[in-house]
């Protein structure tokens, strides 16, 4: 069988194909949030060549990127049939002299493969991962969806007694595989895929339209949740576990972690003095307010952002863990819909999120959401749009007209101090300079 993967984003596809010619695997889209410049369309490695996992007389088959099979020519027909274990539901029944068949579904599915040829059963495998090499690939090139994406990995271990292997982004592991010992991390390019029994692939995939790559369209489960349901585990979002070596505290007096920067305009808080105003609001307050962007300045063509001047800078091509112990001793983080917030997430402190770009369902959940309902909001959770990644004034609905950016311009300083407000023990500190959070955290251990 040639090694065929999907057609470049998820395009038409019947539900089961019979394998003749190579084509393209499905680039993922980054989504809000993404520390990258407009995020280039990095492919997954392709699964082997032929099917990983041997059958009696020459079959071949694996579950790498959706079910394959193979069958050799010995002069005697075959048929191949495949039925979904759940349902019950015959998918798939064919007969060839040679040859392969793959389904189209790349998402999870307990698969029974049964082969016949005149007069007898060859074969019948049903699909079990436990104590088995699975891969779950993650796209590199964002920041928050890994962090939103790897807890359903985890799931998918658990529940399935599996050896699993996560393919993603070097930046990634090193906060991740001390914390996972028992899941093997690799770089993209250090997989072996001639070893795996399955291999899924996450992503957000927006041409979709027939559920080959995910069973749920991801803007209406939520940007973490659509892990879930490509692996088939519970997709309560679940915070990943973090490791760094140092985690010491940066700063002495009590402050605050915000980012303002983002990818794309539609991103930011485009209040013209939101930004300032939080910033004084904070430091009225009694904290020390630290940026903690990767830029300082960020923009495209006329239109440049700068972080606040009245915030210290700590901005630069940092170490995630370098970012992880500033926010683990802050009182709280304040952010957009970003990949700091999902570390912010995991780093266990209160997010404060400031989006009218997506629906609350998009992110984890926090009580601390700032969104205007009574403006234009969510674009990017509409199945009907699809984001546009180079251009930096996407405003699908309301581009060049003084509606633009109404989401976030709308959302103003006084309603994100009301959220604040909301924060156990805001403003509170004791003359060590210690911040409420710590001693809650001391008072839990």
């Not at 995939?205 to 088939?232: K, N």
């Not at 805001?426 to 409420?436: A, E, K, L, M, V």
């Amino acid at each position: 069988m040639p090694n065929a993967d999907l057609p470049d984003r998820c395009t038409s596809v019947a539900d089961t194909v019979v394998e003749a010619a190579q084509a393209t695997r499905p680039a993922t889209d980054a989504a809000p949030g993404s520390a990258a410049a407009p995020p280039v369309k990095l492919k997954y490695p392709a699964p082997a060549p032929r099917p990983t996992q041997e059958g009696p007389r020459g079959i071949r088959f694996d579950f790498n990127d959706g079910f394959r099979v193979t069958v050799p020519e010995n002069g005697r027909p075959w048929k191949v049939r495949l039925t979904d274990l759940d349902s019950g539901i015959v998918q798939f029944e064919a007969e060839l002299r040679a040859g392969g068949i793959r389904s189209a579904k790349r998402y999870y599915a307990r698969y029974r493969i049964e082969v016949f040829q005149p007069g007898e059963s060859v074969f019948v495998h049903d699909y079990s991962a436990k104590d088995q090499e699975v891969l779950v690939q993650i796209p590199v090139g964002t920041l928050g969806d890994p962090i939103g994406w790897l807890p359903y990995a985890v799931k998918f271990r658990e529940q399935h007694g599996c050896t699993l292997t996560c393919a993603m982004a070097q930046s990634l592991i090193e906060i991740f595989r001390e914390a996972y010992p028992d899941i093997t991390f690799l770089a993209h390019q250090e997989v072996d895929t001639q070893r795996y029994y399955a291999t899924y692939s996450i992503g957000l995939f927006f041409d979709d339209r027939q559920a080959i790559c995910q069973p749920r369209d991801f803007r209406q489960v939520g940007l973490h949740r659509t892990a879930g349901y490509i692996l088939g585990v519970d997709p309560t979002e679940t915070k990943p576990r973090l490791f760094i070596e140092n985690d010491t505290r940066p700063i002495a007096e009590p402050y605050v972690c915000i980012s303002v920067q983002s990818t794309t305009q539609s991103k930011y808080w485009n209040n013209p003095e939101g930004w300032r105003a939080i910033v004084a609001f904070l430091k009225d307050a009694g904290y020390r307010v630290v940026c903690i962007d990767q830029k300082a300045v960020h923009g495209h063509g006329e239109v440049w952002n700068h972080i606040p001047e009245s915030a210290e800078d700590e901005t630069g091509d940092k170490p995630l863990a370098e970012r992880i112990r500033y926010l683990r001793h802050a009182a709280f983080f304040v952010g957009l819909s970003s990949g700091l917030s999902w570390l912010a997430w995991a780093a266990d402190i209160p997010v404060v999120m400031i989006s009218g770009f997506t629906h609350p369902i998009n992110e984890f959940q926090t009580p601390y959401r700032v969104i205007n309902f009574s403006a234009c909001n969510s674009c990017w959770n509409d199945p009907q749009i699809k984001f546009d990644h180079y251009d930096f004034l996407y405003c699908p609905r309301h581009k060049n007209t003084p509606r633009q950016f109404e989401c976030s311009r709308l959302i103003t300083a006084d309603q994100v101090k009301a959220v604040i407000r909301r924060i156990p023990g805001f403003g509170i500190h004791d003359r060590q300079g210690t911040s409420d959070l710590d001693r809650r955290t001391a008072s839990e251990q």
